[in-house]
């Protein structure tokens, strides 16, 4: 079911429309407004688009260190468990 959300971004309202809860849009409407107004803080821009676009390029690099670190878990979970297969597998060879 489709619903509207109120959310303030650095000091912008904005309507959103969508299936997500309400207080999950408002739970990253205030993490993009704290990066928003993170950038500003150490690059002192005043400009709302250039501090999104600054606050988006912090978010993409979050987004592929992330992505970088699943898949090195996801790795090394994949050679753990073929180690353990070919445990298992040699125990049952040697109970045959």
Do not use: C, P
Not at 13 to 28: K, N, P, T
Not at 40 to 56: K, M, Y
């Amino acid at each position: 079911m489709e619903h509207s959300v109120e959310v303030k971004i650095y000091d912008q309202v904005y309507h959103l429309r969508g299936e997500s809860d309400a207080a999950h849009a408002q739970e990253l409407a205030q993490y993009v407004d704290e990066r928003m107004r993170a950038v500003a803080d150490v690059t002192g821009a005043v400009d709302s688009l250039r501090l999104a676009v600054l606050a988006a390029l912090h978010l993409a690099d979050e987004v592929f260190q992330l992505r970088a670190r699943q898949q090195q878990l996801e790795g090394e979970i994949r050679e753990r468990a073929q180690r353990a297969l070919a445990q298992v597998d040699q125990a049952l060879k040697n109970s045959a």
